[in-house]
């Protein structure tokens, strides 16, 4: 755990979240700031500051993030519907909190690009 990082806080309990998933080694919960009906935030319980430095370290636990994020989206109904799965890593791709998190989006058709 990193004492300043917002997401540590909400697996320790320090922070409230409206948490929808936990297993042992992730925690998923709804976007404070929704960009779609549905937007549950997937991360995994240990540190890692990007998707990039997730998958260079620990492998099996980036597959269990993404794994995690197929159960929630199927828990909130939008598999069929279809869903995103998005990554952002570094500050020029819009990552505010860093500490490696999948926002899991749908509920309502998704644009691409993203606005």
């Not at 549905?38 to 319980?45: D, G, L």
């Not at 540190?47 to 099996?60: I, W």
């Not at 993404?66 to 890593?89: C, D, K, P």
Request: hydrophobic content about 45%; glycine content about 8%; proline content about 7%.
């Amino acid at each position: 755990m990193t004492t300043d990082c917002l997401f540590c806080k909400i697996i320790a309990r320090e922070i409230p979240a409206e948490i929808v998933h936990e297993t042992d080694s992730t925690l998923a919960f709804r976007d404070i700031n929704p960009q779609a009906p549905t937007h549950v935030v997937v991360i995994p319980k240990t540190h890692h500051a990007n998707a990039a430095a997730l998958a260079a370290t620990d492998p099996l636990l980036a597959g269990a993030v993404l794994r995690a994020a197929g159960e929630v989206a199927q828990a909130e109904g939008i598999v069929e519907s279809g869903y995103r799965q998005v990554f952002n890593t570094g500050a020029g791709a819009g990552q505010s909190v860093f500490h490696v998190h999948c926002h899991v989006l749908g509920g309502r058709p998704l644009s691409w690009p993203p606005g």
